[in-house]
């Protein structure tokens, strides 16, 4: 009875787990990294993003996407509103903030303090999962061992491209960072066996979420601060807006009310589908600008758009299928319906050249048809 009574309390703390002051303010950290990384896809040469500039906005969102990941996964497996956890987070935040000044275009002027920030934030992490598994028991214990030892070789990798100059250096970096990212899905076997917290994770890649959501807004912000104010320029922040407003609604209203917070996984789906979702949102906040400023070739400014919308469709339908519940998942009919509606506004804007404000409303018309079918 008292065996009982004992894992039904644990379950009931486990269910009840919040998010913290202090994780809101270390996210508050990254949304100037964030700011950054978007920053990469506003460099436009000849009419389109460069494929250089476009690489470099990915290499850039890796590292801020998995560090934070990193940390977020600890505190919804093992973390505590105590003093030592507090501690190795302020440290952390440390480590995000050199971290943050040093992300740069320019790898190469920057990169030992890149390194440094984010070899320190990872090794944090690594720590405080060796540190806890000596309290832990059963198969939590198991996950926090291998957790803790295992990303210590990406760790090493990473670290050993000090030895290295030019391109050689960044394949060994980014090669750390691969292994550091597959390690958990190669561990699979142990992490299920530990359930993340579906209620908390959500929430907290959803407060992520939002760090995305402020791009868009700060790309309103500099589409009326770039012109005068024309009745074309008041019409295409206003659709914008409605965009963010449909956007917003498609994602929480579908997290708040659609989602099954109780099934217990290992979380990968949501947490790696939403590296792709962040993409998306970077992609589509910097779409905004350029699209505004007209600065892109005709085709590319449509391909990169559509492309960015379509990536976010994609991501998010996969990563809530699995946990939204059965009578609510969405059917092929839908998909046919979103897909049908993205290609023929592709379609009609390839043939007829298309005013911007057009084309941020028919992005803003998808946005919230997907709304409304998901939520």
Known sequence: MNKDSSGFQRNAAFAEKKVTWLELFYDLLFVAAVSKASHVLIHVKYGSIPVEYLTKFVLIFVPIWWAWVGQSLFVNRFGQDIISHRIFLILQLFFVLIMTASLSVNFDQYYIPFLIGYIGLRAMTAIQYLSVHKKEEAHRKITARYLGSRFWIGLVISSLSLFFDSWI????????????????????QYLVKSPINTHHLLERFSLFTLILLGEAVISILTVLQSSYWTWQSILFASMTFLLIIAMWWQYFDNVEKKV???????????????LFIYLSM????????????????????????????????????????????????LGISHLAILLGFLGVFFTVDLFFFIPNYIIIGEVMAFFVVYAKLTT
Do not use: W
Request: with cysteine; proline share 1%; aromatic share 16%.
């Open 169 to 188: 250096r960044y394949v060994v970096l980014y090669a750390g960072i691969a292994v550091d990212i597959l390690l958990p899905l190669i561990g699979r």
């Open 260 to 274: 099954d917070k109780t099934i217990e996984t290992a979380g990968q789906t949501i947490i790696y589908g939403h």
């Open 282 to 329: 970077c992609m589509i906040a910097a779409s905004i600008q350029l699209l505004f400023l007209e600065q892109l070739n005709y085709l590319f400014m449509l391909s990169f758009i559509f492309g960015s919308v379509l990536l976010y469709f994609f991501s998010t339908s996969l990563v809530f299928h699995k946990y939204r519940h059965i009578h609510l998942r």
